[in-house]
């Protein structure tokens, strides 16, 4: 695969995520964040091991079972502190901060552990992305900026780089798809035991079910597929990245689906995050270009 396709793949996949928000708003809010983030996991994770198994896709031998726990422990907490946080201070708030901070944790974890310095192309993808998410978000009415909801935002923003770096680590060694299963379906059996402790009336009513499907079939295993494939071919910061067109989505779907709208502050916020997004796909064009 080359490196621009592994981008654009991993943007599909990120896009994919920008929709988790505005369908979990359909989900009864009688429903725990924590059961939520369990249900999705479960759904998702089980239903595409139980496949994998039956087709024989998946050979445990040499499996690297310290990433995978490593990754599937990483999504069980990112599950209740990005559930919790869109609680407390809403999608914009929520996602805006989990997913825009994550860039720049994902960027110093490699840093720190795998001493490869930021390229400039980098730098200027992931400023111009952070500084749109700003910008998108800057001039929203009626958003209350919940202190434990920010914290529990960047906690996830962070867990979610650690995913990224220890998934790509996984699928280095193994199938993309074989290893959301593998991971998904531990981390499902991680927040199992919450669907228990934590309130869950209204998840098998109607909007419960088709919501907890959607967001275990089209935001988890398709959308992680994705992310997961293309994570071979590129840096798990590149990656990161770009799944800020997550906030990007779910700022356009906001105003397509909800009637919501966008002042010219934000969608100044919008062109830099496209912006962002179009120089770090473009820039794996190029090197390809340059290597051949």
Known sequence: MSQRIAYITVLLGAMLWGTTGTAQTFMPQTVHPLAVGASRLAVGGFTLLIVMLLLRKIEFRNWPWKATLSAALAMAIFQYCFFTSIRLTGVAIGTVVAIGSAP???????????????????????????????????NKEGMAVHPVGVTLSLCAGLLFAFYSLFNKQVVEKVAAIPSVAVIFSASAMMLLPFLFMFETEGL????????????????????????????????????????????????????????EKLSVVSWSG?????????????????????GQ
Request: hydrophobic residues 55%; aromatic residues 8%.
């Open 104 to 138: 720049m944790f994902s960027g110093l974890i490699e840093w720190f552990i795998h001493k490869r310095r930021p390229t400039r192309i980098w730098l200027t993808a992931t400023a111009m992305a952070v500084v749109g998410c700003i910008l998108l978000f800057s």
């Open 204 to 259: 098998l009513t109607v909007p419960g079910i088709s919501t907890m499907l959607y967001l275990g079939i089209a935001t988890t295993t398709i959308a992680y597929i994705l992310f997961s494939i293309g994570l071979r071919n590129i840096p798990s910061s590149s990656a990161v990245t770009l799944s800020l067109a997550e906030p990007l989505t779910a700022a356009i779907l906001s105003v397509v689906v909800v009637g």
């Open 270 to 290: 919008i062109a830099l995050l496209l912006g962002g997004i179009l120089v770090l796909t473009l820039s794996g064009r190029q090197k390809k270009t340059v």
